[in-house]
């Protein structure tokens, strides 16, 4: 079963907004990462936070990280057209070492 | 200079043919990755190759076998191709196993089964 779960599954904003993604999990985990996939491309990794973390800023993304929920948002501020992407968290969990879980995504539209 | 590269990058091919995606990294990098997508975007590892040596291996059909000649290069051969094969296939490269180390992605190969 798929570990990291997004919420909502799409989204869609003006320019100028914030945009809030959630992750959810179900096991525990040694860190969580957002990772960016543009239409048509691979994956580029945006920021890792680690299970003892609880917040972490990267520029204008913000991603928390609460283990009592097993729960990541990952926040872009102001955000731009050149945003619109899909966003997927991915799970190191603990039994795997070894091994990234990625979600299904949250698809963000920022429209200019 | 693309850092990790894949070929072909569009696939079409029919039922029960052999077919091969080949991926180089250039970063230097000693731990490289096959994942699938299927098409609810869903991005699963399929390998991974530390040093031209196996390391992660999934559940997945023993019609897919990798390769990894060197460090640098991680290709995917797929045999008697199905339909549910059908998939965008991405190799990844990172400076080593440990997955808190980026994983770096190629552009993707689209594969259509018909």
């Known amino acids: 079963s798929q570990q990291g779960e997004e919420d909502p599954q799409a989204l869609s904003i003006q320019e100028g907004e914030n945009a809030t993604m959630n992750c959810s999990y179900k096991t525990s985990i040694n860190n969580l990462q957002w990772y960016r996939q543009n239409s048509g491309r691979g ?11 609880r917040e972490k800023h990267s520029g204008r993304l913000r991603v928390t990280l609460d283990t009592s929920k097993k729960s990541s948002s990952l926040l872009i501020t102001a955000s731009r057209a050149a945003d619109t992407a899909s966003y997927f968290c991915a799970t190191q969990l603990m039994e795997y070492g070894n091994k990234l879980v990625f979600g299904a995504g949250t698809i963000l539209r920022v429209k200019s | 200079d693309t850092a990790v590269s894949q070929t072909p990058k569009y696939l079409v091919t029919q039922m029960g043919n052999d077919k091969s995606i080949k991926c180089e990294q250039n970063l230097g990098h000693d731990t490289m990755y096959w994942y699938k997508q299927d098409s609810k975007k869903f991005l699963k590892i399929m390998f991974s190759y530390n040093n031209k040596e196996l390391i992660i291996n999934e559940t997945v059909p023993n019609r897919f076998s990798p390769k990894s000649p060197d460090k640098a290069h991680l290709n995917l051969h797929i045999n008697s191709l ?33």
Do not use: K, M
Not at chain 1, 43 to 53: A, F, K
Not at chain 2, 95 to 111: A, K, M, S, V
């Open chain 2, 82 to 114: 199905e339909l549910g094969d059908s998939a965008v296939y991405f190799c990844a490269s990172s400076q080593n196993p440990d997955p808190t180390y980026e994983q770096y992605f190629g552009p993707g190969t689209r594969l259509t089964v018909t």
């Open chain 1, 43 to 53: 994956l580029v990794h945006l920021i890792l936070i680690r299970s003892n973390e």
